[in-house]
Protein backbone atom coordinates (compact mmCIF):
# COMPACT_ATOMS: atom_id res chain seq x y z
CA UNK A 1 0.00 0.00 0.00
CA UNK A 2 1.56 3.07 -1.34
CA UNK A 3 0.53 6.65 0.56
CA UNK A 4 0.57 10.11 -1.15
CA UNK A 5 0.17 13.02 1.06
CA UNK A 6 -0.91 16.02 -0.01
CA UNK A 7 -1.44 19.05 2.55
CA UNK A 8 -2.79 22.17 2.90
CA UNK A 9 -0.78 24.54 4.92
CA UNK A 10 -0.98 28.60 4.76
CA UNK A 11 -2.89 28.03 1.13
CA UNK A 12 -1.57 24.54 0.62
CA UNK A 13 -4.29 21.94 -0.30
CA UNK A 14 -3.76 18.82 2.25
CA UNK A 15 -5.19 15.55 1.43
CA UNK A 16 -4.21 11.77 1.07
CA UNK A 17 -4.47 9.27 -1.56
CA UNK A 18 -4.11 5.59 -1.06
CA UNK A 19 -2.87 3.30 -3.90
CA UNK A 20 -3.38 0.27 -3.64
CA UNK A 21 -0.55 -2.02 -5.26
CA UNK A 22 -1.61 -5.71 -6.23
CA UNK A 23 1.28 -8.09 -6.49
CA UNK A 24 0.63 -11.40 -7.98
CA UNK A 25 1.13 -14.47 -5.13
CA UNK A 26 3.86 -16.59 -5.37
CA UNK A 27 3.68 -19.68 -7.57
CA UNK A 28 5.85 -23.14 -7.12
CA UNK A 29 6.57 -25.18 -10.24
CA UNK A 30 9.78 -28.06 -10.89
CA UNK A 31 11.16 -27.55 -14.24
CA UNK A 32 13.29 -30.52 -15.72
CA UNK A 33 16.33 -30.91 -17.69
CA UNK A 34 16.91 -31.97 -20.18
CA UNK A 35 13.34 -30.86 -20.72
CA UNK A 36 10.88 -32.79 -22.73
CA UNK A 37 7.86 -35.47 -22.63
CA UNK A 38 10.90 -38.50 -22.36
CA UNK A 39 13.80 -39.58 -20.58
CA UNK A 40 15.93 -42.13 -21.34
CA UNK A 41 17.67 -44.93 -19.56
CA UNK A 42 21.07 -44.65 -18.69
CA UNK A 43 20.99 -40.81 -19.07
CA UNK A 44 21.26 -38.21 -15.98
CA UNK A 45 18.05 -35.79 -15.43
CA UNK A 46 18.15 -32.36 -13.17
CA UNK A 47 14.83 -31.86 -11.62
CA UNK A 48 14.68 -28.07 -10.19
CA UNK A 49 12.10 -26.41 -7.91
CA UNK A 50 11.52 -22.42 -8.46
CA UNK A 51 9.23 -19.76 -7.31
CA UNK A 52 7.85 -17.06 -8.95
CA UNK A 53 7.61 -14.77 -9.24
CA UNK A 54 11.28 -13.69 -8.03
CA UNK A 55 9.89 -11.03 -6.49
CA UNK A 56 9.04 -12.60 -3.60
CA UNK A 57 12.26 -11.74 -2.17
CA UNK A 58 13.58 -11.23 1.81
CA UNK A 59 11.88 -14.89 1.96
CA UNK A 60 14.23 -17.70 2.95
CA UNK A 61 12.86 -21.15 1.44
CA UNK A 62 13.26 -24.25 1.63
CA UNK A 63 12.21 -26.84 -0.36
CA UNK A 64 10.87 -30.51 0.24
CA UNK A 65 10.14 -32.92 -2.73
CA UNK A 66 7.74 -35.72 -3.22
CA UNK A 67 7.14 -38.72 -5.78
CA UNK A 68 4.09 -41.03 -6.67
CA UNK A 69 1.77 -38.98 -4.37
CA UNK A 70 1.77 -35.42 -3.09
CA UNK A 71 3.41 -35.13 0.64
CA UNK A 72 5.12 -38.78 0.00
CA UNK A 73 8.63 -38.42 0.57
CA UNK A 74 10.72 -40.84 -2.29
CA UNK A 75 12.29 -43.67 -1.26
CA UNK A 76 15.91 -43.61 -0.49
CA UNK A 77 17.77 -44.34 -3.84
CA UNK A 78 22.06 -43.68 -4.19
CA UNK A 79 20.87 -42.72 -7.82
CA UNK A 80 18.53 -40.19 -6.67
CA UNK A 81 20.41 -37.06 -4.76
CA UNK A 82 18.49 -34.10 -3.43
CA UNK A 83 20.03 -30.97 -2.62
CA UNK A 84 17.42 -28.13 -2.21
CA UNK A 85 16.00 -26.97 -4.73
CA UNK A 86 17.70 -29.99 -7.09
CA UNK A 87 16.49 -33.33 -7.16
CA UNK A 88 19.09 -35.41 -9.59
CA UNK A 89 18.59 -38.81 -10.80
CA UNK A 90 21.92 -40.59 -11.97
CA UNK A 91 21.67 -43.70 -14.69
CA UNK A 92 17.75 -43.38 -15.60
CA UNK A 93 15.78 -46.71 -15.32
CA UNK A 94 12.26 -47.69 -15.82
CA UNK A 95 12.08 -47.78 -11.80
CA UNK A 96 12.68 -44.05 -11.77
CA UNK A 97 9.05 -43.72 -13.73
CA UNK A 98 6.75 -41.74 -12.39
CA UNK A 99 5.26 -38.43 -10.98
CA UNK A 100 7.49 -35.50 -8.90
CA UNK A 101 6.35 -32.93 -6.36
CA UNK A 102 8.18 -30.15 -5.13
CA UNK A 103 6.93 -28.22 -1.88
CA UNK A 104 8.64 -24.36 -0.85
CA UNK A 105 8.04 -23.53 2.35
CA UNK A 106 8.94 -19.92 3.18
CA UNK A 107 8.89 -17.04 5.97
CA UNK A 108 10.44 -14.08 7.44
CA UNK A 109 9.48 -11.16 4.95
CA UNK A 110 8.02 -9.21 2.32
CA UNK A 111 6.07 -11.48 -0.18
CA UNK A 112 6.35 -14.56 1.98
CA UNK A 113 2.35 -14.34 1.10
CA UNK A 114 1.03 -13.16 4.48
CA UNK A 115 1.74 -10.21 6.77
CA UNK A 116 4.59 -9.61 8.80
CA UNK A 117 7.76 -11.39 9.48
CA UNK A 118 6.40 -14.53 11.26
CA UNK A 119 4.42 -15.73 8.50
CA UNK A 120 4.77 -18.49 6.60
CA UNK A 121 4.48 -19.73 3.67
CA UNK A 122 3.91 -23.10 2.06
CA UNK A 123 3.70 -24.00 -1.61
CA UNK A 124 3.09 -27.28 -3.41
CA UNK A 125 3.98 -27.11 -7.15
CA UNK A 126 2.20 -28.74 -10.07
CA UNK A 127 3.03 -32.41 -11.22
CA UNK A 128 6.34 -33.20 -13.06
CA UNK A 129 6.36 -36.51 -15.27
CA UNK A 130 8.85 -38.66 -16.01
CA UNK A 131 7.80 -41.23 -18.70
CA UNK A 132 10.87 -43.93 -19.72
CA UNK A 133 11.11 -44.33 -23.67
CA UNK A 134 11.21 -47.83 -24.76
CA UNK A 135 13.09 -46.13 -28.11
CA UNK A 136 16.78 -45.52 -28.43
CA UNK A 137 17.71 -41.28 -28.49
CA UNK A 138 20.04 -40.29 -31.30
CA UNK A 139 23.56 -40.29 -29.53
CA UNK A 140 25.37 -37.77 -27.99
CA UNK A 141 29.03 -38.66 -27.29
CA UNK A 142 31.77 -37.02 -25.22
CA UNK A 143 35.49 -37.73 -25.41
CA UNK A 144 36.89 -38.31 -22.86
CA UNK A 145 34.86 -41.08 -22.14
CA UNK A 146 34.14 -39.99 -18.59
CA UNK A 147 32.00 -38.30 -16.08
CA UNK A 148 34.61 -36.11 -14.38
CA UNK A 149 37.48 -34.70 -15.57
CA UNK A 150 39.97 -32.37 -13.76
CA UNK A 151 40.05 -28.63 -14.78
CA UNK A 152 42.62 -27.71 -17.55
CA UNK A 153 41.55 -30.94 -19.54
CA UNK A 154 40.38 -31.34 -22.76
CA UNK A 155 37.06 -32.38 -23.78
CA UNK A 156 35.07 -32.38 -26.98
CA UNK A 157 31.30 -33.05 -26.76
CA UNK A 158 29.79 -34.11 -30.11
CA UNK A 159 26.14 -33.99 -31.20
CA UNK A 160 24.47 -37.04 -33.67
CA UNK A 161 24.97 -36.41 -37.08
CA UNK A 162 21.97 -35.43 -38.75
CA UNK A 163 19.79 -38.13 -40.69
CA UNK A 164 17.63 -35.49 -42.38
CA UNK A 165 17.65 -32.11 -44.50
CA UNK A 166 16.70 -30.02 -41.13
CA UNK A 167 18.52 -27.40 -39.73
CA UNK A 168 21.08 -29.58 -38.23
CA UNK A 169 21.81 -29.86 -34.04
CA UNK A 170 22.21 -27.11 -31.54
CA UNK A 171 24.31 -28.33 -28.58
CA UNK A 172 22.80 -26.98 -24.76
CA UNK A 173 24.07 -27.14 -21.50
CA UNK A 174 22.37 -26.56 -18.54
CA UNK A 175 24.28 -25.70 -15.14
CA UNK A 176 23.31 -24.01 -11.76
CA UNK A 177 25.69 -20.87 -12.08
CA UNK A 178 24.91 -20.37 -15.63
CA UNK A 179 21.42 -21.66 -16.13
CA UNK A 180 20.55 -22.48 -19.66
CA UNK A 181 23.31 -22.19 -22.74
CA UNK A 182 23.24 -23.04 -25.86
CA UNK A 183 25.72 -23.54 -28.49
CA UNK A 184 25.55 -22.14 -31.68
CA UNK A 185 27.88 -23.99 -33.77
CA UNK A 186 27.48 -21.24 -37.22
CA UNK A 187 29.74 -19.12 -35.14
CA UNK A 188 32.94 -20.94 -34.89
CA UNK A 189 33.02 -20.37 -31.39
CA UNK A 190 30.28 -22.80 -29.78
CA UNK A 191 29.45 -19.32 -28.46
CA UNK A 192 28.38 -18.80 -25.66
CA UNK A 193 29.60 -21.75 -24.28
CA UNK A 194 33.47 -20.73 -24.55
CA UNK A 195 34.07 -23.81 -27.08
CA UNK A 196 35.54 -24.06 -30.39
CA UNK A 197 33.65 -26.33 -33.21
CA UNK A 198 35.33 -28.34 -34.02
CA UNK A 199 37.27 -28.49 -37.85
CA UNK A 200 37.67 -32.17 -38.13
CA UNK A 201 34.69 -33.34 -36.34
CA UNK A 202 30.54 -32.12 -37.37
CA UNK A 203 28.92 -30.77 -34.86
CA UNK A 204 31.44 -31.03 -32.68
CA UNK A 205 32.92 -28.31 -29.49
CA UNK A 206 36.03 -28.46 -28.15
CA UNK A 207 36.94 -27.39 -24.95
CA UNK A 208 40.76 -26.62 -24.86
CA UNK A 209 40.89 -26.63 -21.12
CA UNK A 210 37.69 -26.99 -19.56
CA UNK A 211 37.33 -25.02 -15.50
CA UNK A 212 33.69 -25.12 -13.34
CA UNK A 213 31.94 -23.55 -15.98
CA UNK A 214 32.19 -25.95 -18.58
CA UNK A 215 30.53 -28.58 -15.76
CA UNK A 216 26.85 -29.39 -16.06
CA UNK A 217 24.17 -31.79 -17.74
CA UNK A 218 24.95 -31.63 -21.83
CA UNK A 219 22.31 -32.71 -24.45
CA UNK A 220 21.68 -32.02 -28.03
CA UNK A 221 18.23 -30.69 -29.58
CA UNK A 222 16.78 -30.82 -33.47
CA UNK A 223 14.05 -31.01 -34.99
CA UNK A 224 14.76 -34.48 -35.56
CA UNK A 225 14.10 -34.38 -31.63
CA UNK A 226 17.07 -34.66 -28.47
CA UNK A 227 19.78 -36.88 -27.76
CA UNK A 228 20.91 -38.32 -24.65
CA UNK A 229 21.90 -36.31 -21.86
CA UNK A 230 25.15 -36.87 -19.71
CA UNK A 231 25.97 -34.49 -16.39
CA UNK A 232 29.95 -33.57 -17.05
CA UNK A 233 31.62 -32.75 -13.59
CA UNK A 234 34.96 -30.57 -13.55
CA UNK A 235 36.87 -31.44 -10.35
CA UNK A 236 39.60 -28.99 -8.34
CA UNK A 237 40.78 -31.22 -6.61
CA UNK A 238 43.58 -33.80 -6.02
CA UNK A 239 41.73 -37.39 -6.85
CA UNK A 240 39.24 -38.29 -9.69
CA UNK A 241 37.43 -41.59 -10.37
CA UNK A 242 36.74 -42.03 -14.48
CA UNK A 243 33.93 -44.16 -15.06
CA UNK A 244 32.17 -44.46 -18.49
CA UNK A 245 29.70 -41.68 -18.72
CA UNK A 246 27.13 -43.48 -21.40
CA UNK A 247 25.34 -47.46 -20.57
CA UNK A 248 27.88 -50.13 -21.43
CA UNK A 249 26.47 -53.64 -22.39
CA UNK A 250 26.68 -56.95 -20.20
CA UNK A 251 29.49 -58.64 -21.63
CA UNK A 252 31.99 -56.10 -22.18
CA UNK A 253 35.06 -55.00 -20.83
CA UNK A 254 35.49 -51.99 -18.66
CA UNK A 255 38.31 -50.40 -17.46
CA UNK A 256 38.04 -47.88 -14.41
CA UNK A 257 40.60 -44.97 -14.26
CA UNK A 258 41.69 -43.62 -10.77
CA UNK A 259 43.42 -40.60 -11.94
CA UNK A 260 45.64 -38.62 -9.41
CA UNK A 261 46.73 -34.56 -9.95
CA UNK A 262 49.83 -35.19 -9.18
CA UNK A 263 52.41 -38.38 -9.15
CA UNK A 264 50.44 -41.27 -6.67
CA UNK A 265 53.11 -42.30 -4.15
CA UNK A 266 50.79 -44.47 -1.83
CA UNK A 267 48.57 -47.87 -2.11
CA UNK A 268 45.11 -47.04 -4.03
CA UNK A 269 41.94 -48.79 -3.28
CA UNK A 270 38.60 -48.66 -5.15
CA UNK A 271 35.53 -48.79 -3.96
CA UNK A 272 32.02 -49.98 -5.17
CA UNK A 273 28.98 -48.39 -3.22
CA UNK A 274 31.43 -48.08 -0.10
CA UNK A 275 32.81 -51.57 -0.22
CA UNK A 276 36.55 -52.32 -0.80
CA UNK A 277 37.52 -54.50 -4.33
CA UNK A 278 40.54 -53.75 -5.58
CA UNK A 279 43.87 -52.74 -4.74
CA UNK A 280 47.13 -51.11 -6.78
CA UNK A 281 50.50 -50.48 -5.48
CA UNK A 282 51.08 -49.00 -8.57
CA UNK A 283 53.07 -45.53 -8.32
CA UNK A 284 51.66 -43.86 -11.43
CA UNK A 285 48.97 -41.17 -11.69
CA UNK A 286 46.49 -43.03 -13.25
CA UNK A 287 45.70 -46.13 -11.72
CA UNK A 288 43.49 -49.21 -13.83
CA UNK A 289 41.10 -51.38 -12.10
CA UNK A 290 39.68 -54.03 -15.16
CA UNK A 291 36.08 -55.56 -14.88
CA UNK A 292 35.38 -58.18 -17.55
CA UNK A 293 32.27 -59.55 -18.64
CA UNK A 294 30.78 -57.04 -16.83
CA UNK A 295 26.82 -57.99 -15.77
CA UNK A 296 24.49 -56.27 -14.01
CA UNK A 297 25.98 -56.97 -10.76
CA UNK A 298 28.84 -54.44 -11.43
CA UNK A 299 26.34 -51.43 -11.59
CA UNK A 300 27.17 -48.99 -8.85
CA UNK A 301 29.22 -46.08 -7.68
CA UNK A 302 32.73 -46.14 -8.00
CA UNK A 303 35.35 -44.25 -6.06
CA UNK A 304 38.97 -44.78 -5.09
CA UNK A 305 41.25 -43.05 -2.50
CA UNK A 306 44.72 -43.21 -1.05
CA UNK A 307 46.01 -45.80 1.28
CA UNK A 308 45.12 -43.11 4.03
CA UNK A 309 42.29 -41.77 2.59
CA UNK A 310 43.40 -38.28 2.90
CA UNK A 311 42.85 -37.89 -0.76
CA UNK A 312 39.34 -40.08 -1.94
CA UNK A 313 37.59 -38.94 -5.17
CA UNK A 314 33.82 -38.31 -5.63
CA UNK A 315 31.57 -41.61 -6.84
CA UNK A 316 30.90 -42.12 -10.14
CA UNK A 317 28.23 -44.08 -11.68
CA UNK A 318 28.61 -47.21 -13.91
CA UNK A 319 25.55 -47.86 -15.82
CA UNK A 320 25.09 -51.29 -17.29
CA UNK A 321 22.60 -52.25 -19.76
CA UNK A 322 21.21 -56.26 -20.60
CA UNK A 323 20.18 -54.73 -23.80
CA UNK A 324 22.19 -55.26 -26.83
CA UNK A 325 23.93 -52.38 -29.13
CA UNK A 326 23.63 -50.92 -32.25
CA UNK A 327 26.33 -50.15 -35.11
CA UNK A 328 26.74 -46.15 -33.81
CA UNK A 329 26.83 -47.65 -30.50
CA UNK A 330 23.30 -46.44 -29.26
CA UNK A 331 21.57 -48.38 -26.27
CA UNK A 332 18.71 -50.44 -28.78
CA UNK A 333 15.59 -51.55 -25.90
CA UNK A 334 14.29 -54.97 -26.68
CA UNK A 335 11.74 -54.51 -24.46
CA UNK A 336 8.89 -54.20 -27.21
CA UNK A 337 10.59 -56.77 -29.40
CA UNK A 338 10.29 -59.11 -26.82
CA UNK A 339 6.99 -58.31 -26.24
CA UNK A 340 5.72 -58.33 -29.98
CA UNK A 341 8.00 -61.69 -29.97
CA UNK A 342 5.53 -63.59 -27.09
CA UNK A 343 2.60 -62.01 -28.37
CA UNK A 344 3.03 -62.91 -32.17
CA UNK A 345 3.86 -66.67 -30.84
CA UNK A 346 0.87 -66.85 -28.57
CA UNK A 347 -1.25 -65.97 -31.81
CA UNK A 348 0.27 -68.02 -34.13
CA UNK A 349 -0.15 -70.87 -31.44
CA UNK A 350 -3.71 -70.08 -30.63
CA UNK A 351 -4.25 -69.85 -34.26
CA UNK A 352 -3.27 -73.52 -34.86
CA UNK A 353 -4.59 -74.61 -31.27
CA UNK A 354 -8.46 -73.75 -31.75
CA UNK A 355 -8.36 -75.50 -35.62
CA UNK A 356 -7.18 -78.78 -33.65
CA UNK A 357 -9.49 -78.45 -30.90
CA UNK A 358 -12.26 -78.53 -33.51
CA UNK A 359 -11.08 -81.59 -35.13
CA UNK A 360 -10.75 -83.27 -31.90
CA UNK A 361 -13.81 -82.47 -30.41
CA UNK A 362 -15.47 -83.97 -34.09
CA UNK A 363 -13.26 -86.63 -34.35
CA UNK A 364 -14.49 -87.86 -30.98
CA UNK A 365 -18.43 -87.34 -31.73
CA UNK A 366 -17.97 -89.02 -34.71
CA UNK A 367 -16.06 -91.97 -33.06
CA UNK A 368 -18.68 -92.39 -30.67
CA UNK A 369 -21.35 -92.66 -33.57
CA UNK A 370 -19.88 -94.58 -35.51
CA UNK A 371 -18.72 -97.07 -33.44
CA UNK A 372 -21.41 -99.28 -32.82
CA UNK A 373 -23.02 -98.84 -37.11
CA UNK A 374 -20.05 -98.77 -38.70
CA UNK A 375 -17.15 -101.39 -37.90
CA UNK A 376 -17.39 -104.46 -35.32
CA UNK A 377 -14.83 -103.34 -32.06
CA UNK A 378 -15.20 -106.65 -30.73
CA UNK A 379 -15.66 -110.66 -31.23
CA UNK A 380 -18.45 -111.21 -29.29
CA UNK A 381 -20.33 -108.60 -31.65
CA UNK A 382 -19.76 -109.92 -34.96
CA UNK A 383 -22.74 -111.50 -36.36
CA UNK A 384 -23.74 -115.59 -36.15
CA UNK A 385 -21.71 -117.27 -39.28
CA UNK A 386 -23.32 -121.07 -40.35
CA UNK A 387 -21.07 -123.63 -39.82
CA UNK A 388 -20.01 -125.02 -43.28
CA UNK A 389 -21.03 -127.85 -44.88
CA UNK A 390 -18.33 -128.79 -47.34
CA UNK A 391 -14.63 -128.09 -48.13
CA UNK A 392 -15.00 -125.51 -50.29
CA UNK A 393 -17.54 -123.60 -47.54
CA UNK A 394 -14.89 -123.75 -45.11
CA UNK A 395 -12.00 -122.20 -46.80
CA UNK A 396 -14.76 -119.21 -47.72
CA UNK A 397 -15.39 -118.91 -44.03
CA UNK A 398 -12.35 -119.34 -42.60
CA UNK A 399 -11.35 -116.47 -45.37
CA UNK A 400 -14.56 -114.62 -44.12
CA UNK A 401 -13.27 -114.77 -40.32
CA UNK A 402 -9.40 -113.93 -40.85
CA UNK A 403 -11.24 -110.69 -43.03
CA UNK A 404 -13.26 -110.08 -40.45
CA UNK A 405 -10.38 -110.46 -37.36
CA UNK A 406 -8.18 -108.28 -39.66
CA UNK A 407 -10.60 -105.58 -39.96
CA UNK A 408 -11.41 -105.45 -36.33
CA UNK A 409 -7.61 -105.37 -35.79
CA UNK A 410 -7.17 -102.63 -37.48
CA UNK A 411 -10.26 -100.93 -35.69
CA UNK A 412 -8.65 -100.94 -32.61
CA UNK A 413 -5.19 -99.80 -33.52
CA UNK A 414 -7.28 -96.65 -34.86
CA UNK A 415 -9.87 -96.27 -32.67
CA UNK A 416 -8.95 -98.45 -29.11
CA UNK A 417 -12.14 -98.33 -27.19
CA UNK A 418 -11.22 -97.79 -23.49
Not at 23 to 32: G, L, M, N, R
Not at 127 to 151: E, G, K, W
Not at 160 to 167: D, F, K, L, Q
Request: some cysteine.
Amino acid sequence: MNIILISRLLGVTAFVVHVATSKAAPKVSVSVWPPGPNVFPGECVLLQCGVAPLGSRFVLWTYRWFRHKPHTAPTPNPRHLLSGDSYSITGVTREDEGSYWCQAEGGGGAGGGGGGSNSTTVLLSDTARLTVSDLPPPLLTVTPNSRQLFRGEHLTVRCPASRSNSSGWRLRQFSQDFGLRTADFQTGLCSPLEGAVSADVPNACVFSGVYSGNGGLYWCESAEGRSNAVNITVSYGTIIMKSPAFTVPEGDQVVLYCQYWNSNRSKTTFFKDGVEVHSSDSSENVIRMTLDNVTRADEGFYKCASQDRKMESPESWLSVGSNSTSADGTTVSTHGTWTWVILSCWIVGLLLFIPLIVWLVYHYRYQKLCSRSCWPVSKEELPAVELPKTKQDVTEVQWDLSWMEMSNLLDKQLYPVS
